[in-house]
């Protein structure tokens, strides 16, 4: 169990007392004031629980926790009060922002069985996490992987747009970034339906005929059914949703789903812009010329991003049995009848060397183009 506490309070005194009666059993950190106390929180990493109190100058301890919080809301939090604040320090527990509020003076004991009880609820919150993520990831990689053997196109799309969303949300900082992750894999999943003959109009956006328009407008209710049958996709359901609606000037609730949405936007729309073969800096001043659409922190995210993606990778032209994981293809891999294998900018995983090698197998002479355009991380 993390034992790795931070202390903060702006007496000395109590501070040293903090040292004195809980060393022998946390990992204790200290800091002597609200600001102190984020920057020992953003260096030092890794606290299971903040300990503060609620009076302290420059920033009070509700304030500094709720912002601990939003850094990490898996981090426990406790506040230590008196009683002029105690009305102050009762919002803060009602906003979700603290996990106990102990009346100081405090017993040492007391405080010892409160701490306790925080880093086992931190180690509740971690667990139920980790076997959410491993169960979700499982089942958003097998859907997938049915995907990428079914609608090759889409999946390709939902990789592009996947690593744009990831990146551009790390860049942004918002937390839970697996969301637009998953988001990003179901806003292609429903397109798996159509049928073959459509699927490329479909994707290309060209002219539709009045029968196939109905199904695309199917698509967004078939996915949202989809998500309702997995438990835990609830604020991924709340993103796509949002796609469909203007939500530029919504208020961000915290939770960053109004962000994530408008990340998502801004990658679905760069990346079909793109498979157009427009050039990417036309792209970004286009989505940027238009703020009412996207949101120019995002747009003006996407422009910084794109100028530091391209420091990380290298075009390559390789023969095809030289493909390994970890490389990403820089143009359609198709055989040599025009059906799609994988679509541009796919990453090269386990699965798609063994359909690779799959067909290779069935055919006398490889079906595939000699050589390939390919991207490989910089090493150097």
């Known amino acids: ?67 601990i919080k939003k850094r990490d809301p898996e981090v426990v939090t406790v506040l230590l009060t008196g009683h002029t604040d105690f009305e102050s320090a009762m919002a803060a527990v009602n906003d979700g922002n603290v996990f106990r509020m102990l009346s100081k003076p405090c017993p040492p004991q007391t405080l010892v069985k409160v ?27 097998a859907l997938a992987q049915s995907l990428s053997t079914v609608k090759p196109l889409f999946f390709g799309r939902a990789q592009r747009v996947g690593r744009l969303s990831n990146e551009l949300a790390e860049m942004l900082n918002i937390p839970n970034r697996w969301r637009v992750d998953v988001a990003s894999v179901f806003s292609q999943l429903g397109y798996i339906s159509l049928p073959e003959s459509v699927s490329e109009d479909v994707y290309h956006k060209r002219d539709l005929s009045s029968e196939v328009k109905k199904l695309v407008k199917q698509v967004p209710i078939d996915t949202q059914n989809l998500i309702s049958k997995i438990p835990g996709l609830e604020e991924v359901d709340a993103i796509l949703q949002k796609l469909e609606i203007q939500h530029r000037f919504e208020k961000e609730d ?12 801004v990658s679905l729309d760069f990346d079909f ?54 490389m990403r293809l820089a143009q359609e891999l198709r055989l040599d009848d025009g ?11 386990r699965q798609l060397l063994k359909v690779i090698r799959n067909y290779n197998s069935c055919y006398a002479e490889s079906p595939f183009p000699r050589k390939l355009q390919v991207t490989v991380p910089v090493t150097s």
Do not use: W
């Not at 984020?38 to 926790?65: C, I, Q, Y």
């Open 339 to 349: 059906f799609l294998i994988a679509s541009c900018g796919a990453d090269v995983d």
């Open 1 to 67: 169990m993390n034992n790795k506490i931070l202390c903060v309070d702006d007496e000395e005194s109590i501070l040293k007392g903090f040292q004195l009666n809980l060393r022998k059993d946390f990992e204790l950190h200290m800091a002597s004031n609200g600001v102190e106390g984020l920057e020992v929180f953003d260096r030092e990493k890794g606290f299971a629980l903040v300990l503060s109190d609620m009076r302290m100058p420059e920033m009070n301890g509700a304030t500094m926790l709720s912002e």
């Open 115 to 141: 701490l306790r009880a925080g880093l086992e609820q931190h180690d509740l919150i971690r667990s139920k996490r980790i076997l959410l993520d491993k169960t979700l990831r499982g089942a958003v990689d």
């Open 254 to 265: 915290g939770s960053g789903v109004r962000s994530l949405a408008s990340i998502l936007r």
């Open 273 to 326: 812009y793109e498979e157009l073969g427009h050039d990417r800096s036309v792209i970004v001043q286009t989505l940027k010329s238009r703020s009412n659409d996207y949101d120019p922190i995002i747009t003006d995210s996407l422009s910084n991003l794109l100028v530091v993606a391209e420091k990380k990778f290298h075009l390559e032209e390789i023969p095809i049995k030289e493909l390994e994981i970890g």
